[in-house]
């Protein structure tokens, strides 16, 4: 299927082989981001911001421009007329009469599937609410890919608030997908939510290592195999296993008391000292903004790759503009056996299901009165549906059986 | 008279046949509108909004980004610096050396003749108050002439806020000047202002309908025309007799109690049913946003033409601004008699007028302290004088009888 | 030493001549404003504001944009993301990916220093507290260049707020390198500072006459030397020396009671009655936005040259954006003795100042923790030195004798 006139709400948009497409596409911007390029010349982005998020429109803006391409901009729809009783559906059928592709940023989850159902041009989601983030995901996959040139077998921890980390959730299936092992460190209470490690574990067969400190000293399992009876010599700092270490804010608000965040925080962060127990070629990523996880000290480090992860945003971005208007095309290879694709949704029976609205406040059919409550089954649980908005899951009320 | 360099302050600053002439160029840029046309490169924009209004500065932006000229952007001035203590007059007069064109919005009425005033470079107005919206006026009349082909001997209803509603004051006297039959449905206590409705009829030769309820039942005046002496049989809702239905919302600090509010707000709203009754190639218009006064159900209905004329605004600024810059020069067709025409204002004398204030709170005459009071006859009452900026009329202190 | 790649943090970056350089491309961007260039096709300006100054802003991104380059734009960054919790060090190296020069503002003082330490594009500051804004001063430096064809010998009031005005100060010392003679014209309590006097006077060789009132009667030098013994008939009143009068604001809040801030503001405002004391080909110059300080009735006066002062603003830009972009390749000439030539600053030995913290509260050093206090010697102070960042002066802890 080709990415010309898609929309991109999900990570799971996209197969496997779209994403490494993609990821070619950017290899080939990242060559000319420089100098520019005029293939998306007379074409116009709207960046549709009903939030502030300075640095990923300016990153989207910056891709536009580099490809020729023209920018129209709302940095903050929710101070304007846009959002006085405006419905996003009426706003993006007039938006789509003056771009021709939406990049949508919006705190309501499922707000994004809402644009993307309603415009005629393709719609990006660049951030709705708690839910999802594909360009950032994908930003964080291809610095990997960039620095490392694969996937599979690389050791990534994710570090810090797995709990409530969109960025990281989505990156976890990203890594699962293609094949990497995965660590989760996180302090107590801000674990990845057990529903998602175990539709990491059934749906893509990756079944990541949970501790709570990356000072845990581990058995390196590379080691056993080459030295059988020395054990206990090759015992090691889990620190020191990971090709990649992804560190994400943990925040304040989170914690009960002040005591216990400051703890997190210090048991978390990442100093010069810390980084001198990984492997000489470990990288460090970061999402950013940083606050104290991540000491000054280590910018100098070459392992230390956040601003370089930040500066991939640009071809990244410039490649799925590019490739989602139709101005390159995205060279797609055959699908090979195991790998990810979307499927289309199947939808729960309306007439089952019409009584149910979604529990989640924050989804978007909560607060778009026009919306009619939406849900579709999932692969990885057979007793559970999700909103086909912002896929939050909720208890059959089918019974697990009546599913096909 | 050619329009490159003018202003458009006000939809009476153009000629019918200028406005023919935008509406030729418009259908051209329409058929480019995907494309682009690079016929503006090199020239600037700047879009000075004193509040914001995010759909019409992103059409006027888009426009000009499609006729490959720059934009130069004030999204919300209210907020910034340009507001602080710094006047109209001051303001344009800096921003005419970096923009060859200035799109201006500002709350205070009568505004944007100041900046006209004022500017070297040609100003058009995006609305100033409750005064004038012209290019929303234009592109209600394209889609009509798009959508019907003519404007003669069309119906048209304008339903809902008459009294305070600016867009739909000015389409009024559009469609009279085009030969239109106009009806007005509104509230009780919401209905055109009589001067209005006196000017309609002096100046222009038009002559509304005035009702309450599209419910009403009318005897066809084609009908009657056409098969005499069988009016009861012809009698036929009110409805039925439009070609075209412009519905515009009904806000509720406009009404003394919710309740009042609720009863008119119900009396006209278009629904799928209501639209069943209207004729099978009837036009629903509708200036957007909308709260509750059109139904999604209309979304679907090939009559529901609000999304496309909201669209037209693309082609119409386009045209507008390629030939207020002079890079399309409007081919204005010869004047007919019975045209309208602007003429020279006739302004009354400053000796005799130097004490009078404009009355009107909201006039930019009484905000900015370098303008002095300017008064002007008006055609459609010997009495009357009207302010220069903000058109308030007031009873001439000449006498009718001083007027020349 | 080639502009390309340079960073304009303040007016002291630029040697004499580079200025010169700049005034010759400004002269030929001038000629090319209107139609653009394609000079900086393909290259992106980020506008990075941390505080709005819209009229600074536009005239940047219009010279950008004129060049045929592209914009991506923070107008109003308090509000927004990059300030929550990012340092400047952080927000700089994201966007120097996305866009190959910044323009920065910021409230606090020696910002622009910390954002072109740290970007690996160029920067230009845009304004940094009452530190430096450098632009403004090249653009009425260019003003009087144009109009009157040299700085030597010219004589020029500074008149208004000498005391907290940036922009004077820098304007002074501008001045003062290009032979000019400055008079200072006061209200009691703005006077300049006198390190800032004391300053022209021994680094630059300029003694500025200082005064509290355009109105004093004075001996023109100039007819002195002519026409010797006749002392007596030449006295004419101050005002009439003057080449050019450069007003600028006196703000309310600088004053104890109204009382004196009204007396102030009608003794320095220049009225039509006030101007036509002054020369035939004199030039009345204001930063805008003016409040009182200038009447309305001056703007038709060809002396009143505010207005196209503000215009040069475009060529200036364009010129400097051209330069540090290496499109336009400055033709600096060679020094001539004399001339004033940025120097490397010699630090203060980080040892013996390393527990000096900067005692301006409005220096950057104060507020983004990561950046160490750091000062420099100064050349017209033994005794002093400056924080390297705000310029803040102190007492050198070392002693003056220990001053290399």
């Keep these: 299927m080709a990415l010309e006139g898609r929309d991109l709400v999900s990570i799971f948009d996209l197969s496997d082989r779209e994403i490494e497409a993609i990821f070619d596409l950017a290899d080939e911007m990242d060559e000319h981001k420089d100098v520019g390029l005029k293939i998306a010349d007379g ?3 709207c960046t549709l911001f009903y939030e502030p998020s300075t640095r990923t429109r300016l990153s989207f803006e910056a891709a536009m421009e580099r490809l020729g391409g023209g920018v ?18 009426d706003t993006v059928r007039i938006i789509e009469s003056y771009a ?3 990049v949508i940023r919006h705190p309501l989850e499922g707000s994004a599937r809402v ?3 309603y415009a005629s041009v393709p719609v990006i989601n660049a951030g709705d609410g708690a839910h999802e983030h594909p360009t950032q995901t994908l930003l964080d996959l291809y610095t990997i890919w960039r620095e490392k040139g694969k996937f599979r ?3 990534v921890a994710l570090v810090g608030d797995l709990r409530y980390g969109r960025t990281v959730h989505s990156l976890a299936f990203g890594l699962a997908r293609f094949g990497a092992n995965v660590t989760l460190v996180s302090p107590l209470g801000l674990e990845m939510p057990a529903p998602l490690v175990e539709r990491l574990r059934k749906e893509f067969g990756c079944t990541p290592t949970q501790c709570h400190s990356l000072a845990d000293v581990v058995t390196d399992p590379k080691s056993l195999k080459r030295r ?5 010599a090759l015992a090691t700092e889990l620190l020191a296993t990971f090709d990649a270490v992804y560190v994400t804010r943990v925040q304040k608000e989170r914690f009960e008391s002040d005591e216990a965040y400051q703890t997190a925080k210090q048991g978390y962060a990442i100093t010069q000292e810390v980084l001198s127990r990984a492997q000489a070629d470990a990288l460090v990523m970061h999402p950013l903004p940083r606050v104290d996880e991540l000491a000054y000290e280590l910018d100098r480090d070459p392992r230390a790759v956040y601003f370089r992860q930040a500066a991939f945003g640009l071809p990244v971005r410039m490649a799925l503009l590019a490739a989602l208007l139709g101005k390159r095309p995205a060279k797609v290879k055959r699908a090979r056996k195991g790998d990810y694709r979307p499927e289309p949704r199947r939808e729960v029976d309306f007439r089952k299901m019409a009584q149910l609205k979604c529990p989640n406040p924050r989804c978007v059919t909560n607060h778009e009165s026009y919306l009619r409550p939406q849900f579709t ?3 990885h649980a057979a007793d559970t549906v999700a909103c086909a908005y912002c896929e939050h899951e909720v208890r059959s009320p089918l019974g697990s059986d009546e599913r096909r």
């Design 377 to 379: 089954f999932v692969k």
């Design 115 to 117: 644009a993307a159902d």
């Design 100 to 102: 021709d592709i939406i």
């Design 43 to 45: 074409s116009i982005l």
């Design 228 to 232: 059988k009876g020395r054990q206990k």
């Design 153 to 155: 077998d690389l050791s």
């Design 72 to 89: 129209i901009s709302v940095a903050d729809a929710s101070s304007t007329s846009v959002a006085k009783g405006e419905t996003i559906a």
